[in-house]
């Protein structure tokens, strides 16, 4: 009898045991977290189609609901304002018009790359920077207070252009309109950021000037998450930030492979992301491996760090262009993350 009493009693506290375990197992296994992510439809994004074929986020834990991309940074600015977006790989200038103009609650928290941008020429026409002066020169650009816009005053300043010759000309299009104006020969001219100058360089045409020649040291792209996201799930902002220096990582130590992954993810975009009466147009001008290889390894820098000093001058020029009132850097970056100061 004592015998029995004593299974009977190990069978209750085993399951009872059992109940507590698994129990405890729930609250220490994370159910996974769904987030929106917004992004360019340029290979700024990189590190996040990288990331994405290769699985990371899920990874991670980090389920995306949404995984939607702009035709320009300055059209993903607006859309932040939008409750589905969480976080959002942008480049800086449209993410400072975001918080500062837009209002919207956010913080940069990484890095992508440093550059990106170029104006692309018909050679035949165009040889110098002061050819631009020509009354006859047909410009593109797009949008004031873009990136590539504030690249272009850039370009007039270190030349000592006279703007009043070069911007009642300018005309406001976006990126891949300007590469197809390029090829249609309406325009001469065009301000635009990767892929498009490595893909008119393809084309025949010629990068006259990028970034690099413009503005040194020059803040690309970064990962801006919402400050709600960040009270609400501080653990995945750290996730995100590890998840974008992965894919980072990879790229620069395998471009080759990299660039097949971001080719084929653009193209599959491309086809969701123009109206249909461009598709045919945009087809023509395919985005091949080799076309994001030499936009990854040529004009631009793949890198998570930040530099604060950068952010504040950016902030600053665009202050004194009109585009934002100035503020502190220290507002817009995270200070959980590493950056560095000049």
């Known amino acids: 009898m004592n015998k029995i009493k004593f299974i009977l009693i190990f069978i209750i506290l085993s399951s009872v045991l059992l109940l507590i375990s698994n129990s405890i197992s ?6 996974k977290i769904e987030i929106g992510i917004a992004l360019e439809f340029v290979d700024h994004s990189a590190s996040a189609h990288v990331a994405k074929e290769k699985g990371w986020f899920a990874e991670e834990g980090i389920k995306l609901k949404m995984y939607d991309s702009y035709i320009t940074g300055m059209a993903l600015s607006a859309a932040l304002v939008r409750g589905d977006i969480d976080a959002a790989y ?4 449209p993410a400072i018009c975001a918080y500062k103009n837009g209002k919207v609650d956010l913080k940069i928290i990484s890095g992508t790359h440093l550059y990106g941008y170029a104006l692309l020429v018909d050679s035949k026409k165009i040889k110098t920077v002061n050819d631009l002066l020509n009354s006859k020169i047909r410009i593109g650009c797009p949008r004031s207070g873009s990136p590539t816009d504030i690249i272009m005053h850039k370009m007039i300043d270190k030349y000592r252009l006279n703007k009043n010759a070069i911007l009642p000309r300018i005309q406001r299009m976006p990126p891949p309109k300007i590469l197809m104006a390029l090829k249609a020969g309406r325009i001469d001219a065009g301000f635009c950021c990767e892929q498009f100058p490595s893909m008119g360089e393809k084309n025949g045409f010629k990068i006259l000037l990028n970034a690099k020649d413009l503005w040194p040291g020059m803040q690309g792209s970064v990962l801006v998450v919402k400050n709600d996201l960040i009270k609400k799930h501080p653990d995945i902002i750290k996730k995100l930030i590890k998840v974008t220096k992965r894919g980072l990582d990879f790229i620069n130590n395998n471009p080759i492979e990299a660039s097949k992954i971001v080719s084929k993810t653009l193209n599959v975009i ?24 030499s936009s990854l390894t040529n004009q631009m820098i793949c890198t998570d760090k930040i530099d604060i000093t950068m952010i504040q001058e950016t902030i600053d020029y665009m202050a004194k262009l009109g585009y934002v009132k100035a503020f502190t850097a220290q507002e817009i970056v995270f200070q959980g993350i590493h950056h560095s100061e000049k």
């Not at 729930?26 to 159910?31: F, L, M, N, R, Y």
């Not at 086809?271 to 045919?280: A, M, S, V």
């Open 270 to 293: 491309s086809n969701d992301i123009f109206p249909l009466k461009l598709n045919k147009s945009v087809n023509e001008i395919h985005i091949t491996p080799e076309i994001i290889y």
């Open 90 to 93: 942008i480049c800086l200038i």
């Open 26 to 31: 729930k609250k220490i296994v994370p159910s």
